[in-house]
């Protein structure tokens, strides 16, 4: 077995109490990756002082400078992805290869906002009374409170808090009580890069440093990204003191499939899409709603492939799907495949408890077909590697079944017609549209969120991410 690191917070750019807390190995739980300390209110009253303290200096300071520490922050990450990877594979659950490639995603973002620091750009513009012009440039905000997920333990922190700091403000982040291994490795290699004391700040801890941070009165904008629950509470706590607040809560993502896919393409977008990352992804797609046609051979192709994917330890190679993050988390999975098939869906492949050589939190892959749109499955996120299939008569009742829940964050479709195609990019109450695509997989240079239930606020990453955490001011003058 490998070490056990011992953590810190991060406060004021100095490492700051002692580890405690157990972060597990969830491929093998005899494991413990990490030894975390729990923080407060009283670790996020520092952090948020020392944020303060350094705003000035670091919204003052040249876009070049700002662009320069997140560049080589990135070159230092696309450096030690492997080891990074592999911490996050121990920590997370997901495959080594998933590991690996989420740490390079994550220092491609340091570098694209490294560029976005010297292209934030403003307009000059004619007034409507002569002689007088209004130009109009933005500007930092202030203090950002991050509260990050497990699922994606460097990716999201990262594509957090570049744009924050790219832009001149200052951060404290809170990273998932399941993951802060991972967070504190950017933290940690960001201060290594050149980041001066207080810009980013790190308070590990469970719910109750999350409230100390929406609560904070000096924290101007929270960005979170997290349960529809603790979202909507979030939301009312910075609402309440007029803070900024952008929200991230999940997704029931749909994948259409029309009679005129192809057949073996679709099976592999839906595999793709529905299984990989564990089925811990907020884009998975969780509703295989297919067109009676192609419905009874999809079903059966698929099932086979599910039935053959391989699960096991993190870091074994041969692994196609990791474990769940935590014991809650595959208990969740295993609660919801029963409650289907309580209301009458057949499960098709998997279902089934595994036992491994070492003790951990896997799920099997599981596909439920015969599944109805009202199902507690087809409405409710289990973030596992679980899917429903809906079977439909045509394209129309496809897009309302798509349409027909409280999320809206990606929804796909595979079909050769140019026009369902368009129609499907057009009508489909999502944020993100895939057309012969997974649902999930997303590009980090353009913007990502969804409508209805699953987001709040502006959009974040790629050249949306200036909308919320810059202040764009419009000043006019005559001569």
């Not at 157990?22 to 009283?42: F, H, I, K, M």
């Not at 491609?108 to 010297?118: N, P, S, T, V």
């Not at 368009?422 to 969120?449: S, W």
Request: glycine fraction near 12%; proline fraction near 5%; include cysteine.
């Amino acid at each position: 077995m490998t070490a056990t690191i011992e953590l810190s917070h991060w406060i004021n750019g100095e490492r700051r109490g002692a580890g405690t807390v157990e972060s597990l190995n969830p491929s093998d739980t005899r494991e413990v990756v990490a030894l975390a300390p729990e923080g407060r209110a009283a670790e996020v009253d520092e952090a948020v002082a020392a944020a303060s303290a350094a705003f000035d200096g670091w919204a003052g300071a040249s876009p070049e400078a700002r662009s320069d520490v997140l560049d080589r922050a990135g070159t230092l990450l696309m450096e030690r992805r492997e080891a990074v990877g592999r911490l996050l594979s121990r920590e997370e659950g997901k495959t080594l290869a998933e590991g690996i490639g989420e740490a390079a995603r994550a220092a491609r973002i340091l570098k694209y906002f490294a560029g976005e620091a010297l292209r934030l750009h403003g307009q000059n513009l004619a007034s409507t009374r002569p002689g007088v012009e209004v130009q109009t440039y933005r500007q930092p905000v202030g203090v950002f409170g991050l509260i990050t997920p497990w699922n994606f333990p460097i990716a999201i922190p990262a594509w957090k808090a570049a744009p924050a700091l790219a832009f001149g403000n200052t951060v404290v982040i809170k990273p998932a009580s399941h993951t802060p291994a991972t967070a504190e490795a950017l933290v940690a290699i960001l201060h290594e890069a050149g980041l001066p004391k207080g810009v980013l700040n790190l308070v590990i801890g469970g719910g109750p440093v999350g409230q100390a941070i929406v609560d904070h009165k000096d924290v101007a904008g929270v960005s979170f990204t997290g349960s529809q629950g603790v979202g909507a509470g979030v939301a009312a706590g910075a609402a309440a003191r007029q803070a900024r607040v952008q929200l991230e809560m999940g997704g029931k993502n749909p994948l259409i499939v029309l009679d005129d896919a192809d057949l073996d393409r679709a099976v592999n977008i839906a595999l793709d899409g529905s299984f990989f990352a564990t089925g811990q992804r907020c884009t998975a797609s969780s509703r295989l709603i297919v067109q009676d046609g192609i419905h009874d051979r999809f079903v059966s192709a698929l099932a086979e492939k599910v039935a053959a994917l391989r699960v096991g330890n993190a870091l074994d190679p041969d692994t196609q799907v990791g474990p769940a993050v935590s014991e809650a988390q595959r208990e969740t999975s295993y609660r919801y495949i029963d409650i289907a098939a309580s209301e009458g869906g057949r499960v098709v492949a998997g279902g089934g408890r595994l036992n491994r050589q070492a003790p951990g939190w896997y799920v099997e892959p599981t596909l439920i077909a015969d599944t109805d749109p009202a199902m507690r499955i087809n409405n409710e996120e289990v973030f596992g590697p679980v899917a429903s299939t809906i079977r439909v008569k045509d394209y129309e009742e496809a897009l309302a079944v798509a349409n027909g829940v409280e999320f809206g964050l990606s929804a796909g479709i595979v079909t050769q017609s140019l026009k369902h195609a368009r129609d499907f990019q057009r009508r489909a109450k999502a944020g993100m549209t895939m057309v012969n695509l997974a649902t999930a997989g997303v590009d980090y240079h353009v913007p990502f969120g969804g409508t209805k239930a699953s987001s709040y606020g502006p959009r974040e990453q790629g050249f949306a991410a200036a909308d919320f955490f810059t202040l764009t001011k419009t000043s006019y003058s005559a001569g």
